[in-house]
């Protein structure tokens, strides 16, 4: 590809085909005419359906091969999104993009991040959901606009998609995008009108309701912004002298050699260009809520979120769950990998021996993110093994992060209850997840939602068919994060939504409110004590 003359850029809705720049790039790597590609931008497909945790990152650093540090960036934030992946980069008169589904190492090659040098990156890794399987939804969304083109990622969700898509449609049409490309689509339209990025993004951001940490580029500047509410996080780094990362986690900026400078506060938006770092604001901080699901499930365990460990977090959840609801049990196993930090502080706190017993294959996705509830079930048998040598004639702890459709647990008390085990005592690193998420977590509506769906505490343990269940009380967990509640979003547990949810969106999700309150009280008044089949 050369560098010297910059080719039009890609558009919205276009097909990669038809798209001289990246058409280009498919031919070279012999994709085209593979199957009908999309641009990351290309809208089609039901509103909504980028529901899911995903990874941003960005990088600002001339003279160096920022395509392939943000290759390793989003390598490092893979356990976030598993589904697609995609790179867009400038050299100061282009933008050039590249996205496909896949991982990271799947989806690019030498050839791919030869295509995309320059001097400033952004890219994404996408996490799949329902029916979300396609290259459509893939980031970064590139919009062509006369002021200059944009790649836009982000992580989270607008609770306000519908009504902006009607906005732009002009009242038809409403399920023509998803609310990323909504969001870069109202950047490009201000970018036209006042040919200032950063302005753009100050007026575009006025309109986003929800949670968002994105990451920008245009030709030759960098951007990235958070929510008022800070409910996703992103960080910055410093790379030596030579430029500056943005990403979602802490754990992307070690692989690139990038020193962690802060976190982007809730409400800030960053630009770096040839003049340096600058920081201004999109809104003033609202309501603290960072999602306390990154400390229990999403996070790295290497990665810094307000200061705090993620490891040592789950470590300390592990010793509050052992503290809630001892056992008599000769072995405390993790469910890996998530379970392993509980597991670790369980063990230390019950003075229980720990052990591996279960073997991921770590080539398979988190069975969480399979699209369908059959994949799911299957997921668990081609991801776990049980060690019948460990387990054999054993009362066994086993610790996990969480429950949600509860499909996977049920799966995995089988798998051990095979292999031997005598007791299965299941302890959840989270309380009862019964509220779905509307901030860029797809847990569908409450039905799919074991804890909302099921009444009690004694009949989730009964449908997994453990022979105890204890999960962790919301104080304990706020306690083992180590900072006050009040800075967190924990509205899948307790209901308190942050930021108002439209009804319309609402109704989608909670198709459980027909069933009785008196149910779903009783319910959360039994969720912190333990239950045993003992006890039946
Ligand atoms: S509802 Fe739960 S998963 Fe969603 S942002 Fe809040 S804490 Fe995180």
């Given at each position: 590809m ?31 005419g ?10 089609p ?14 990088i ?6 920022v ?17 697609s992946?995609g790179?867009?980069?400038s050299?100061g ?10 991982l ?14 320059g ?22 969304v ?10 836009l ?19 038809s ?38 949670a ?19 409910i996703?996080p992103?960080?910055?780094g410093?790379?030596?002298?030579r ?21 982007i506060e ?42 705090q460990?993620?490891?040592e ?64 079930e ?15 004639g054993?009362?066994?702890v ?32 989270a ?24 009444g009690?505490v ?18 304990g ?18 209901g308190?939504?942050p930021i ?9 999700k ?22 045993s089949?003992?006890?039946?």
């Amino acid at each position: 590809m050369t560098r010297d003359k910059a080719p039009p850029a890609c558009t919205v809705g276009q097909e990669l085909a038809s798209c001289p720049d990246i058409a280009a790039m498919a031919r070279a790597s012999g994709r085209s005419g593979d199957r009908p590609l999309r641009s990351p931008a290309c809208p089609p497909g039901r509103l909504g359906e980028c529901r899911e945790e995903c990874a941003v990152f960005g990088i600002y650093a001339p003279g160096e091969d920022v395509a392939r540090h943000t290759y390793f960036g989003l390598f490092a934030l893979q356990h976030r999104g598993q589904e697609s992946a995609g790179i867009a980069a400038s050299d100061g008169h282009s933008v050039r993009a590249y996205a496909d589904m896949g991982l990271v190492q799947q989806v690019f090659d030498e050839e791919h991040l030869t295509g995309l040098r320059g001097d400033l990156a952004v890219g994404h890794t996408r996490y799949s959901t329902t029916g979300t399987s396609h290259h459509r939804n893939a980031q970064p969304v590139v919009v062509a606009s006369k002021a200059g083109t944009i790649a836009l990622a982000h992580n989270g969700n607008l609770v306000n998609s519908y009504q902006l898509a009607r906005d732009i449609h002009g009242g038809s049409a409403p399920e023509a995008t998803t609310d990323s490309s909504i969001m870069a689509q109202l950047v490009a339209h201000r970018f036209e009108e006042s040919g200032d990025i950063a302005a753009a993004v100050v007026e575009a951001s006025r309109a986003w309701q929800g949670a968002y940490s994105v990451a920008i580029l245009t030709e030759g500047k960098l951007l990235a912004c958070r929510d008022p509410n800070g409910i996703r996080p992103l960080c910055l780094g410093v790379l030596d002298s030579r430029g500056y990362v943005v990403a979602s986690e802490s754990c992307a900026l070690n692989v690139v050699g990038a020193e962690f400078m802060r976190e982007i506060e809730p409400g800030e938006l960053i630009i770096v260009d040839d003049a340096g770092l600058r920081s201004t604001r999109i809104a003033s901080p609202a309501r603290p809520a960072m999602c306390i699901f990154e400390f229990i499930y999403f996070a790295r365990p290497d990665s810094y979120i307000y200061g705090q460990l993620i490891h040592e977090a789950r470590r300390r959840m592990g010793q509050k769950l052992a503290q809630a609801y001892p056992v008599d049990a000769d072995l405390v196993i993790p469910v890996p990998d998530t379970g392993w930090p509980a597991a670790i502080g369980f063990a230390e706190e019950s003075g229980i021996p720990f052990g591996q017993a279960l073997i991921k294959n770590r080539y398979i996705a988190r069975t969480f993110i399979q699209p369908d509830q059959r994949q799911r079930e299957l997921g668990v048998r081609l991801k776990l093994t049980a060690m019948e040598e460990v387990l054999r004639g054993k009362r066994v702890v086993v610790v996990d992060d969480s429950i949600v459709r509860g499909t996977t647990k049920r799966g995995i008390v089988g798998l051990i209850r095979r292999a031997g085990a005598k007791e299965i005592h299941v302890r959840i690193a989270a309380p009862p997840y019964r509220y779905p998420c509307f901030y860029g977590v797809d847990t569908s509506d409450r039905r799919e939602l074991l804890a909302a769906r099921v009444g009690s505490v004694e009949d989730i343990r009964r449908i997994i068919e453990a022979d105890s269940l204890g999960y962790q009380t919301i104080e304990g967990l706020t306690e083992a994060v180590g900072l006050p509640g009040d800075l967190f979003c924990r509205a899948c547990f307790d209901g308190d939504y942050p930021i108002e949810v439209p009804d319309e969106l609402r109704a989608r999700k909670f198709a459980l409110e027909t069933e009785p309150e008196a149910e779903m009280a009783s319910a959360a008044g039994k969720e912190t004590d333990v239950v045993s089949s003992s006890a039946d």
